[in-house]
């Protein structure tokens, strides 16, 4: 195929010199930094080591903005929330061996909660790799494998000329649905190696779009419009694409109830007449779902969680939309349309027709009226006295991150997220230590407004090392720890299982004088005080700690 000469670029012949005679001094890493800035990005989050220090050094003549933090794996949670965010990529700048695998536990939960990463990672020398064995510093037989499961794609480099190519091919993966983690791998020599290359100008990749089609969206519609009692499950797909303002639209054209996945909090409003809430982890919710003759199931595979522990049977249609095609069917049969979710519910909100049902409301109270009675007749007042107190201190627009924790697990099912894409916890994974350091990606992406971060005190000592982080760049976040002495959800579940623990009673710091030594002002603060105590700590610039000595329980399970 031939090209006109008419498309050839046309240069001024300043621009002209530039691209012919490149400034001195540039290497592989220039070619990394300069492709990341001609796809956009404007922040990197990451940690230097010897094959790395090529793009790092680079970095000095880029305009990126820099968040380093202590621990890979943690700075791959920065990144993690800072797409989760922002929708845009979060480049994450690794180190090879030991610093690409520290990374691991954090990129398995983008990918399990569709954030999108671009981990760039150095190799050792060219001349070592090939599996041979020859003892170079931080050597893997072959380190893409350790990544290969977790990433949605893989993407290496051998030569410079590679690197624009590379880095754009993984960006267009990472962005399109569903979004998720990439891996771009560049030997040590190739990253130092000087350049003669012209600077990398804008590129272009554009996420390739996914809809639905069209024949599936028809026999949707059919059965959303003449169901008698259809039902909405609405997953963290909706919140990803941003299509919660189309699925309310859906549900009241329809009068179908909505409950949200514990990935798909604020996706619909909380307070809303066919809002079930979360409650999913509860019988009367799974019941009630069960009933329904159609189930529109948006965003979700309906795994362990989002399915009561896989209890839930569904008795009628099921449709499920989904953008990731492994996850269609993979738990219940059913109507399986691949897409975006915005897509999919665009197409339905003009193939639907308006079907009413005055009852549907009043179903929706009989429900939450039963959870309510359920958890009530356990006198958690302690649990729900807590969770009230930080809905009450947080602004409805500040972003929450919440470890894997008992606080963390009432707030799945009975916290009133208010927002979209406001609160977020490490239940797509399930890995502990997510909370503070995904404030802190969080806190970076929007320097505005306040962040949360909750976790207890077994998941913070996985993070004490960001207390340095927070400080340097003088973050805008809160970090609450509810301190119970241990692994407070492993301690009820060891003790229901055998009647007593192994492993789950932790000595811990004074948190309070551990953070201040870091020069993060910290309260010690009761269930009474803590409302007034978090308002004030949100409102103070920079970063803060907050420390609840408290031994919170679980409401029982309804899955056993």
Known sequence: MSHDHDDRPQLTAAQAAAVLNPPAGRNGGDLVVETLQGLGATTVFGLPGQHALGMFDALRRSSLRYVGLRVENNAGFAADAYGRMTGEVAPLLLSTGPGALTSLAALQEAAA????????????????????????????????????????????????????????????????????????????????????????????????????????????????????????????????SDASGKLRALAERIDAPVVTTFGGKG??????????????????????????????????????????????????????????????????????????????????????????????????????????????????????????????????????????????????????????????????????????PAAIGAAAADPTKPVLAVSGDGGAMYSIAELATARQYDLPLTWLIVDDGGYGILREYMTGAFGETTGTELARPDFVALAESFGVPAVRTTPESLAADLSKALATPGPSVVVLPALLRMFEPTHL
């Open 267 to 436: 996706a619909f409003p909380w307070e809303h007449p066919l809002s079930l809430r979360s409650w999913l982890e509860d019988r009367h919710t799974t019941d009630f779902l069960e009933d329904a003759d159609v189930l529109l199931v948006v965003g979700s595979g309906l795994g362990e969680l989002s399915s009561n522990y896989h209890t839930f049977r569904p008795r009628g249609r099921v449709i499920q939309i989904e953008a990731d095609a492994g996850k269609l069917e993979s738990n219940h049969p059913a109507l399986g349309i691949h897409s975006d979710a915005r897509e999919a519910l665009a197409d339905l909100l003009e193939a639907v027709e308006r079907r009413e049902d005055p009852a549907a409301a009043e179903r929706v109270r009989t429900v939450l009226e039963k959870v309510r009675v359920r958890i009530e007749a356990q006198e958690l007042t302690l649990e729900q006295q807590v969770l009230a107190a930080v809905r009450e201190a947080l602004p409805d627009t500040a972003p929450s991150f919440w470890d894997m924790t008992i606080l963390a697990y009432w707030a799945w099912s009975a916290f009133d997220a208010r927002r979209p894409n406001t609160m977020h916890s490490a239940q797509g994974a399930g890995g502990l230590g997510y909370g503070f």
């Open 113 to 240: 909660a569709s954030a999108p990463v671009l981990a760039i990672s150095s190799q050792i020398p060219t001349a070592g790799l090939g599996g041979g064995r020859h003892g170079y510093l931080h050597e893997l037989r072959d380190q893409q494998a350790s990544v290969r499961d977790i990433v949605k794609s893989v993407h290496t480099v051998r030569s410079a000329s590679q690197i624009p190519s590379a880095i754009a091919a993984a960006w267009e993966s990472a962005l399109t649905a569903p979004h998720g983690p990439v891996w771009v791998e560049i030997p040590q020599d190739v990253l130092l190696a000087e350049t003669a290359l012209p600077v990398v100008s804008a590129m272009d990749a554009t996420p390739r779009e996914l809809y639905p089609r069209p024949e599936l969206t028809i026999a949707a519609a059919h059965l959303l419009s003449n169901a008698e009692r259809p039902v909405i499950i609405a997953g963290g797909g909706v919140v990803r």
